[in-house]
């Protein structure tokens, strides 16, 4: 089965500019995840969707990042404006509902604020 | 707080040598664990995964882990390394009813001639 897909790759903005990514989750998983993790520390979950809804967004800046994931499928974060702090790899992942069988993340975007 | 704690942030060791990754967590509840590994540029790719049952779990590449009630711990060891498994390792929990994964800090294993 396909992976998951993010794009783009790689990211350089100047601090106070907006940024987008896009995540396609595998086919049929219905849990998406966006985790940010800045060098030197594990993956911090930002926000959860199931289905189209919003699950846990305790940890999301609500200041400056937001996320939406229509008709349950794609999602895209933006972050708006950026900082300096909010240099990072964003992973992306999704499981099928349940959370056990684990997830599977997407290879990242690596976002560095100048 | 802390909910798990990977105090080696890295691990060097030589190829065929055996090596162990810490793990441990703080809960009172029950604890579903997890080890990721991740390899440069990549994303992070499930090793192996403790649910319930045997406490001696078998994952990927030759890995395995042990989880400890006691010591509140859930080690990654590997009887022999290989160079390529050179990597971040991380360790994850799912604590109760929470819905997220909380991962640690990771462990760097350099692997070396």
């Known amino acids: 089965e396909a992976g998951v897909a993010q794009s783009p790759r790689y990211k350089i903005i100047e601090k106070r500019q907006s940024v987008a990514f896009w995540c396609n989750p595998i086919s049929g998983h219905a849990t998406l995840y966006w985790y940010q993790q800045i060098l030197g520390q594990g993956p911090k979950l930002l926000i959860q969707f199931q289905n189209n809804g919003v699950v846990d967004d305790s940890q999301l800046p609500k200041d400056r990042f937001s996320a939406e994931r229509l008709k349950g499928v794609d999602s895209t974060l933006k972050i708006q404006p950026a900082k300096l702090e909010d240099s990072a790899v964003y992973l992306c992942?999704?499981?099928?509902?349940?959370?056990?069988?684990?997830?599977?993340f997407g290879s990242g975007t690596r976002l560095t604020v100048v | 707080a802390q909910s798990v704690t990977q105090l080696d942030s890295q691990v060097p060791v030589f190829e065929e040598a055996p090596v162990e990754l810490r793990c441990n967590y703080s809960s009172s509840v029950s604890v579903y664990l997890f080890w990721y590994v991740q390899y440069p540029n990549q994303g992070l790719q499930l090793l192996l995964k403790y649910l319930s049952g045997s406490t001696l779990v078998k994952g990927i590449n030759g890995f395995e882990a042990e989880f400890n009630k006691s010591q509140t711990s859930f080690h990654l060891r590997k009887p022999s390394v290989h160079i390529s498994d050179t990597a971040e390792y991380f360790c994850?929990?799912?604590?109760?009813?929470?819905?997220?994964?909380?991962f640690g800090t990771g462990t760097r294993l350099q692997v070396t001639l």
């Open positions: 994850a929990v799912r604590i109760g009813t929470a819905s997220k994964l909380t």
């Open positions: 992942a999704s499981s099928f509902g349940w959370w056990i069988y684990g997830y599977t």
